[in-house]
């Protein structure tokens, strides 16, 4: 049995490419504190997933997931109109909360948009952004492959010409409760956030939302994410592995993952990160050869002078544009032209994004809760392992396709990062480095493992 795993290293813009960026110094913030809690003196739990424990075992699995009533709620969330949307809109799209626990009053909101394109024929997937606890709708929808991005004007909408959804369905949910418009009606529910109830909660919402929308069940489906998602994603596909294993049918069909700029190791995360920005002249030699002599990238345990090291490549890069290394940041005092340093791309899209989205007219056209929306939230996140490698194993062998893909400009969880972490994984190379073309120009460079069964 053959199953591959596939990097692609982005040579553009991602943005571009229609592969996301995300820009917003909160998703900065976010994932910044969980890197330094794991390894602080009182780390976020590492909960057993594939490691200890087959799938199907019942060790592994909550109570039942909830299963709530879905009758006549697809066409109620149905949306006629988004505020300031263009104009030739030939695509339906649906807003709404699925609750996942009736008893706490926890509910996630999700954002779905059809193919303009035979929808009845296209693939159904999920994205998910990372944080932890960032919006996937304020980000992934609405700055990077969404249909729409919102103006400068912060009260309209254009339309984004490498949007997925022409070639997919797409479903972008906000996770985990806390996060954007999804909330619960019980507070410790934000205050005791980890990888494990996001995955429970983020399946229970794909089965409820699976009977909202009945004609999706047996659809080819696929799971997307970046970043923090570089956990999201796995441990959602995974649990839907266990489950219908459990179940004995295939209760989601789930064919394959992808994953961009994703964090998926602790170790190869780090050293990846500063070797990157070592190459880029973002730091100097001497910066650079203090890290290599006192930092252990095999163990992951930093010194006091190796933490110092590292906190002094952090002063030497200044001010950047973390998330695309060669962008200004954003100036909101300039125009939206003279603020953009490659196609369809603009640091100031964040800003656009939380006006639209804080517009009450936007949130009765999303059926959404009156509230207000950020794009990040200060969850208490306590479960989180410091590698996902081994989840990523064991959806080899279940032969999930597994696509991890990283832009060349992205400095937060970068390229290096991404090898160094599938290199980790010690799978043979079935096919070698080579150039992938679009418009007659190379945009990829392309590798791809496999794994005999």
Not at 324 to 343: D, H, K, R
């Amino acid at each position: 049995m053959e199953f591959t795993i596939t990097l692609f290293l982005l040579l553009l813009s991602c943005s571009h490419l229609s592969f996301p960026v995300s820009c917003n110094v909160n998703q900065i913030q976010s994932l910044d504190k969980l890197i330094k809690s794991q390894k602080s003196t009182n780390p976020p739990r590492s909960e057993p997933w594939s490691t200890e424990l087959d799938i199907g075992t019942e060790s592994n699995f909550s109570p039942p997931v909830y299963l709530g009533s879905q009758e006549g709620l697809m066409k109620a969330d149905k949306i006629e109109a988004l505020p300031g949307q263009p104009h030739g809109v030939d695509f339906d799209q649906y807003a709404g909360y699925v609750t996942v626990d009736a008893k706490a009053g926890r509910a996630l909101f999700y954002y779905f948009v059809e193919s303009p394109h035979n929808s009845s024929t296209k693939p159904l997937v999920l994205w998910l952004n990372g944080g932890p606890g960032c919006s996937s709708f304020g980000y992934g929808a609405m700055e990077e492959l969404g249909p729409f991005r919102v103006n400068s004007d912060n009260k309209t909408l254009y339309r984004n010409p490498y949007a997925w959804n022409n070639v997919a369905n797409v479903i972008f949910l906000e996770s985990p409760a806390g996060v954007g418009f999804s909330y619960s009606n019980r507070s410790s529910d934000y205050a005791n956030v980890g990888d494990k109830k996001t995955a429970e909660d983020s399946y229970t919402f794909l089965v409820n939302w699976l009977e909202r929308f009945p004609q999706y069940k047996t659809r080819d489906f696929f799971i997307a994410g970046e970043s923090y998602a570089g956990h999201y994603v796995p441990q959602l596909a995974y649990t839907i592995l266990s489950k219908n294993k459990k179940l004995n049918k295939t209760v989601i069909n789930l064919k394959g993952i992808a994953i961009g700029n994703a964090y998926i190791d602790y170790n190869t995360t780090i050293k990846g990160m500063l070797d990157y920005y070592w190459t880029h002249a973002l730091n100097s030699d001497e910066t650079h050869a203090g890290i290599y002599k006192y930092c252990d990238f095999v163990t992951g345990n930093f010194s006091d002078i190796c933490l110092r090291y590292q906190i002094k490549v952090l002063a030497e890069m200044g001010d950047i544009n973390i998330f695309n290394i060669y962008a200004p940041s954003c100036n909101l005092s300039a125009t939206s032209s003279g603020s953009v340093s490659v196609e369809n791309f603009d640091p100031c899209s964040s800003y656009y994004v939380d006006s639209y989205l804080n517009l009450a007219e936007v949130q009765v056209a999303l059926h959404a809760n009156a509230t207000q929306w950020s794009g990040c939230s200060p969850v208490g996140w306590t479960d989180s392992p410091t590698t996902i490698l081994p989840i990523i194993k064991r959806l080899m062998a279940s032969r999930i396709r597994v696509w991890i893909y990283s832009g060349d400009m992205d400095g937060r969880i970068p390229v290096t990062s991404s090898r160094y972490s599938i290199n980790a994984l010690k799978v043979p190379v079935e096919k070698a480095w080579r150039p992938w073309y679009s418009g007659g120009e190379v945009t990829y460079l392309s590798l791809q493992f496999n794994k005999f069964s």
